[in-house]
């Protein structure tokens, strides 16, 4: 959580190209030596914590810096729709990837599926190398240091009311929103009254729903809005996740899931575009650094807030009002007049304090 506010700076300092190329690269290798303690008998409690322990930090460096990349790589008009299409490839592994993991671990262990997936980070290094340009980082004002440029990040949430408003509607996803995922196995076993192949259905149908969602919002249009999507995805979600607190049929269960992940793929597709699009692009990776910081610290706060108040009121009911809690933030930002303002101005980079930053 902490190393995403400085994989967002070095982002914004050195060719992400590079940091990628490093990042995979350590993602795989900490992938083989999961795989390697696995086949040897070594994996133990301490083992499995240092590795989990590498892998969160590189991919804290990781995430920011790949979703800067692609502002790099397209034209501003279909920013969102590579964002998007982005969101549906991992919402297809989300599907296919159990499946595969499943049958491996049956026919020859859980050291093969870590094998596997080290080596499925050659594919991402191929591209890396291959194909993807060597952009270099925008010029920044001269004997500028890393906190200053971490600040400088962190001041613009207070100064510009697009960031501002983009991380209020994150903060409420993370906290009130996604944080009920760990109750899925609560809800399958004391709401539907199932095992764990119901289980491994509700997971997988929850990709669909991203897979669906991202597809047709990468099929829309060259600058499709992304206030509408804010607009849609919020009600879309409160609406969703209160069905699914609320149900005890799979009939309903099933739908609102598709509903859900359909919802989040476009409020975190709105969100993000946001900040490639309409902000100063010297300043990108810092804020998608602090974007995925608040992401990342907020969801498993808020899975204890849920689980402290189930003590008090039931559990899926303080989910729903969570779930309509996003909504309504997600709608009340949207509409929100300096907001709506600031996202029709778009980038409009102004001098201020020694580096470029949106007016």
């Not at 350590?26 to 409690?45: C, E, I, K, R, S």
């Not at 979703?67 to 964002?83: G, I, P, S, T």
């Not at 993370?174 to 192949?197: D, I, N, R």
């Not at 060259?222 to 609406?239: S, T």
Request: net charge positive; glycine share 12%.
């Amino acid at each position: 959580m902490l190393l995403s506010l400085a994989g967002g700076v070095l982002a914004d300092r050195l060719p992400r190209r590079r940091i990628l190329l490093v990042t995979q690269t350590m993602l795989g290798l900490t992938a083989g030596t999961l795989a390697v303690l696995v086949a040897t008998g070594h994996a133990d409690f301490l083992a499995i914590v240092i590795v989990a322990v590498v892998f969160g930090a590189t991919d804290a460096v990781d995430l920011p810096t790949r979703q800067a990349l692609v502002a790099d790589l397209v034209e501003r008009e279909v920013v969102m729709n590579a964002v998007a299409l982005g969101s549906a490839a991992m919402s297809a592994t989300r599907i296919v990837g159990p499946s595969i993991a499943g049958l491996l671990i049956g026919t020859v262990g859980p050291a093969a599926c870590f094998g596997t997936l080290s080596v499925a980070y050659l594919a991402p290094i191929l591209v890396l190398v291959f194909i993807i340009p060597n952009v270099a980082p925008l010029p920044r004002a001269a004997g500028r240091t890393a906190l200053g440029d971490l600040v400088t990040g962190l001041r613009q949430v207070r100064r510009d009311p697009l960031v501002r408003g983009v991380v209020i509607v994150c903060a409420a996803l993370a906290f009130l929103g996604v944080s009920y995922m760990p109750f899925l196995p609560v809800l399958a076993k004391t709401q539907l009254h199932a095992g764990a192949q119901v289980l491994g259905i509700l997971y997988s149908v929850g990709g669909i729903g991203g897979l669906v969602g991202g597809v047709a919002i990468a099929a829309l249009g060259r600058g499709a809005g992304r206030l509408q999507l804010l607009l849609i995805g919020g009600p879309v979600y409160a609406l969703s996740l209160f069905l699914i607190a609320h149900s005890a049929i799979l009939p309903v269960t099933l739908p609102a899931l598709v509903g859900l992940s359909f919802a989040f793929v476009a409020l975190n597709t709105s969100l993000t575009t946001l900040l490639q699009t309409d902000t100063d692009p010297v300043l990108r990776g810092r804020l998608l650094g602090i974007y995925v910081t608040i992401f990342a610290g907020l969801q498993p706060l808020g899975t204890v807030l849920y689980g402290v108040i189930s003590r008090a009121v039931g559990l899926f009911d303080a989910i729903g009002v969570g779930a309509i809690l996003v909504g309504v933030t997600a709608v009340a930002v949207a509409l929100t007049p300096s907001f709506r303002a600031r996202v029709q101005q778009g980038s409009a980079p102004a001098v201020v304090g020694g580096e470029r930053q949106p007016a």
